[in-house]
């Protein structure tokens, strides 16, 4: 059974973990690090299965050019071990934190990633509402607004946190 919860105190290994497995590398699990560190680290949440971690994913602060209000968030990493993916866990975690941060006072989330994964989320190219990525993401650059009007006033360029100058590529 898969449990969604955020994480303990005591859980930042095997959270690392997860996401060395899923890229194959170390600079997503030293971004969760980075960015706790920071303190732009602003929710995270993660998959239990069978008493131990198996997906986590983490939002972060991001800075918008024209309208920054702080109720944005930058989605990333988000990573399932990899006997775990394409089981509907990666979608799981995702849906959960969507509705948690609907809850909060969010109005809206990027994520810079495939269209196709994010698509089956609601989101669409954030060029559509005149934002773009540092990365010449494109298309990839991509914005929910959790509630209608979620993205009204934001516009320009958007900046995610500094621990994201870790990642190589
Ligand atoms: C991407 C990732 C988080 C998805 O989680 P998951 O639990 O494997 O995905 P789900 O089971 O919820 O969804 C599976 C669907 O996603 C698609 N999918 C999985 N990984 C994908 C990827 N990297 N790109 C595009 N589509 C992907 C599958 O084709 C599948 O589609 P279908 O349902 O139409 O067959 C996970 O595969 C992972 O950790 N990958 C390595 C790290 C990574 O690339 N993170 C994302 C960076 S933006």
């Known amino acids: 059974m898969i449990v969604i ?3 303990r105190l005591d859980e930042l290994a095997a959270i690392m973990a997860v996401h060395r497995a ?3 590398r170390d600079d997503e699990a030293a ?3 980075r960015l706790r560190a920071d303190g732009d680290d602003a929710f995270e949440l993660l998959a239990e299965a069978d008493g131990a971690v198996v997906a986590h994913v983490a939002f972060s602060r991001l800075r918008i050019e024209h309208g920054d209000d702080g109720l944005a968030l ?3 990493p988000v990573a399932v071990l990899p ?3 394409r089981r509907g866990v990666g979608s799981t975690l995702i849906r959960h934190s969507l509705e948690a941060l609907r809850k909060q006072p969010m109005r ?3 994520v810079l990633g495939d269209p196709g994964y994010y698509a089956r ?3 669409t190219p954030a060029s559509r509402a005149s934002l773009h990525d540092t990365y010449g993401g494109g298309d990839a650059f991509m914005a929910l607004a959790l509630h209608s009007g979620g993205l009204d006033g934001y516009r320009g360029r958007v900046d995610y ?3 994201f100058d870790l990642l190589t590529d």
Do not use: Y
Request: positive net charge; hydrophobic residues 60%; without cysteine.
């Open 31 to 33: 971004l969760v690090g």
């Open 5 to 7: 919860r955020p994480p």
């Open 74 to 76: 930058g989605l990333a």
């Open 108 to 110: 809206a989330v990027m």
């Open 83 to 85: 006997a775990w993916q």
């Open 121 to 123: 989320f609601g989101f």
């Open 161 to 163: 946190a500094p621990a």
């Open 22 to 24: 899923a890229f194959g």
